[in-house]
């Protein structure tokens, strides 16, 4: 190697390190392109396409919302609701809608493109908001293990989850500076693009009775206020436009067999110590992830993160953990990222190159179940 391309390589390296988190955006972008390129390898067999592989799970509902919009009335058979777009918040498919409008460009590229670009603005956003309250190295420990975090393939897909982490962490972020008019707004756009920003908006309750409680700061009401007008809008206009109240209720229970279950933490855990072998492959990743969220909501805890970030984690487990049959997989467990930003304050040296190991090989491991066999839904 000449010593000019040697200089040149030098230059490159010191100006990822400068770019903040420029290590964390680095392994993202190449994990993302590995997964394209593994994607295309594979359609030389299938023939299906890339974007039809990459077109999935949630993503084909959010499709179908893009080109056919939400039906009037609930599809029904048998006396039951089927499945339908109404399950799934608005946010992603106007955007989609209105960016293949504007360009002309196939919806399911968009869709694609900006899962992407949105998983990348997740990662920041999370690096930011843990900067707030646990330093720049910190900070950069935890946007790596946000990169490699098991759940993060979905951001290959066309998934809510980029938008929705984005809002949240920033929002977050907003509460400890006590923005309270910002919080609120970023609040209103986490809960009109998945129910999980619910979680964020029992933060700003929280973060808003302490502000009252302490400095009467009454301006702190306008996170609480703003925050669920994003759910609010959803359910209302879905009460209008279907003429059913519980429109998006019931969809979630007829059309996926999705309710709430206070037991189904228990059950998870009774089944796989009772036998370990008889759970499916569901029931060992559930099993595996139900754990996993208990120590590292303890080490949050021990940790001591601001009260804002560690009532979004609790809330968002709870919430998760009583969701049958979704559970505590590894897509959830990332969407309660406190977990993630406390195994990087909590750890260092060998222990934390052990999780970043671990999280890059189930990475890895999920991403080829998702993409190659239905056994596995994320």
């Not at 010593?3 to 903040?20: N, Y």
């Not at 972008?29 to 023939?47: C, I, N």
């Not at 049958?324 to 406190?338: H, I, K, N, Q, T």
Request: glycine share 6%.
């Amino acid at each position: 190697m000449s010593t000019e391309h040697l200089d040149q390589t030098i230059d490159d390296r010191r100006r990822w390190r400068r770019l903040p988190y420029g290590r964390a955006i680095l392994v993202y972008l190449l994990v993302h392109l590995a997964t394209l390129l593994g994607v295309a390898v594979v359609d030389l067999f299938t023939h299906h396409g890339l974007i039809d592989n990459l077109s999935i799970w949630d993503g084909t509902w959010f499709l179908r919302a893009v080109h056919h919009g939400w039906p009037s009335h609930l599809p029904m058979a048998h006396g039951q609701v089927l499945a339908s777009p109404v399950a799934f918040f608005p946010l992603l498919p106007i955007v989609l809608r209105t960016i293949a409008v504007l360009t002309g460009l196939n919806a399911a590229v968009v869709g694609l493109v900006v899962s992407g670009v949105t998983g990348l603005s997740a990662l920041v956003a999370i690096a930011t908001l843990a900067r707030e309250f646990a330093g720049e190295v910190k900070a950069e420990r935890a946007a790596l293990l946000i990169a490699l975090s098991p759940g993060s393939f979905v951001f290959n897909l066309i998934y809510a989850e980029g938008f929705l982490l984005t809002f949240v962490a920033l929002g977050l972020w907003a509460l400890l500076r006590r923005r309270w008019l910002l919080a609120g707004l970023l609040g209103a756009l986490a809960t009109a693009a998945s129910p999980v920003g619910v979680a964020f908006v029992v933060s700003c309750v929280v973060t808003s009775v302490l502000a009252i409680g302490r400095d009467r700061e009454w301006r702190s009401l306008w996170a609480p206020l703003l925050a669920p007008l994003g759910f609010i809008a959803w359910m209302a206009y879905l009460w209008i436009h279907t003429g059913n109240a519980m429109a998006w209720r019931l969809t979630e229970r007829g059309g996926w067999n999705s309710y709430p279950s206070l037991l189904y933490p228990f059950r998870i855990l009774a089944k796989f110590i009772a036998n370990p072998l008889s759970p499916t492959m569901t029931g060992q990743i559930l099993f595996a992830g139900t754990v996993i969220t208990i120590v590292m909501l303890v080490v949050a805890f021990r940790e001591r993160q601001p009260v804002p970030v560690l009532t979004y984690a609790t809330t968002a487990v709870v919430l998760f953990a009583i969701s049958y049959p979704v559970g505590l997989r590894p897509r959830f467990v990332m969407l309660a990222f406190p977990l993630t930003i406390a195994a990087a304050t909590r750890w260092s040296g060998w222990r934390y190159r052990a999780v970043v190991a671990a999280s890059a090989v189930f990475l890895v491991l999920m991403t080829v179940e998702t993409l190659n066999s239905f056994a596995v839904f994320p």
